[in-house]
């Protein structure tokens, strides 16, 4: 189906990914960036204002046809705000909510949400997450997210605008902000990381290739309205393996010392780094069943394509 696609945080690192896929040619689709300013960066700008008040009393575009919502209050290890999980809500809850509203008066048949993994929790030990789980946040960042979703729903169930939900894990490819940015840099200037046993663990990740083609067949896709998605490569591996992988997309082998991991969390906990250390040492594995029966949808990119797209830059 064509039409105008607004996507939300579209000079974010997905977001500049999925307004470049909709304006290839072939897609059929016009995308409009969704800012919280007009700048001249993209054909097509609406300014939304702050985050908080994202599209609150702003006159959408006419003729849009579908929302990518990619925009939020990201999760931050050292926390500044003394009330993380209100100001995530002002952003991540009320905003949305406050665009959705807007959209659904304009018109928009589809609203496309990115949320969270952490909505089903933080780690997964005997199985790995499904759509199907009993949501268990953890961390006021999901747990906005979280309270966005819920919303969403009602608001579907108020007008009939169809809601999509995807939840990923860790995204990376090239450009990827955050930790998974540093550990590739560290492992591109042969810093020697103490990572070397951390072999047990499974990670599930999801390649931004790979997000970005289930939010472009989520647009249009007869059977995706009203369905939770978790997306991911389909392949988990170790905190090691990942290393030891994105080494060989950098043809320089990961220095990896062999430190216990007991002693990397008593470590982590003496140095008031227990998120960081939960983030390496244990396993979030994500289920993408569903996703593939219902969408009919395999992920385009492997975990090794997906590690050399993301190293390119690094390479040069």
């Known amino acids: 189906m064509n039409g105008r696609v607004l996507v939300t945080g579209a000079s974010g690192f997905v977001g500049r990914a999925v307004m470049a896929r909709l304006a290839g040619e072939g897609s059929g689709r016009a995308p409009v960036a969704g800012v919280r300013r007009a ?3 993209f054909r097509e700008e609406c300014a939304l204002g702050p985050l908080e008040e994202f599209g609150a009393g702003v006159a959408l575009p006419e003729g849009l046809d579908a929302v990518v919502h990619l925009a939020g209050r990201a999760h931050v290890l050292d926390e500044p705000e003394a009330d993380p999980l209100g100001v995530f809500r002002q952003v991540n809850v009320e905003g949305t909510l406050n665009l959705a509203r807007q959209a659904a008066e304009a018109g928009v048949r589809r609203f496309v949400f990115v949320s969270s993994v952490g909505v089903n929790g933080n780690v ?9 789980d009993v949501p268990a946040p953890q961390e006021p960042y999901a747990v906005s997210k979280y309270e966005a979703e819920q919303g969403l729903w009602e608001l579907a169930a108020e007008t009939g605008m169809e809601v999509v939900v995807i939840r990923p894990p860790l995204v990376y490819g090239p450009g990827a902000p955050g930790n998974f940015g540093r550990l590739l840099r560290w492992v591109q200037r042969g810093v020697p990381l103490p990572l070397g046993a951390v072999t047990r663990n499974r ?64 470590g982590a906990v003496a140095l008031g780094r227990r998120e960081m250390a939960r983030r390496l040492l244990d396993s979030l594995q994500v289920d993408i069943s569903h996703t593939r029966e219902t969408l009919g949808w395999e992920p385009p990119v492997s975990l090794d394509e997906g590690l050399r797209r993301a190293v390119v830059s690094l390479r040069r």
């Not at 059977?223 to 090691?240: I, K």
């Open 124 to 132: 997964t030990s005997a199985r790995a997450f499904t759509e199907r």
């Open 39 to 41: 700048a001249g960066v």
């Open 203 to 266: 990670r599930s990740l999801v390649a931004l290739d790979n997000l970005v083609d289930l939010l472009v067949t989520c647009l249009d896709h007869p059977a995706a309205a009203g369905e939770t998605f978790l997306v991911a490569d389909g392949e988990d591996v170790s905190t090691a393996g990942l290393l030891r992988r994105v080494g060989d997309a950098l043809d320089r082998p990961a220095r990896l010392l062999p430190v216990p991991v007991w002693v990397l969390r008593a």
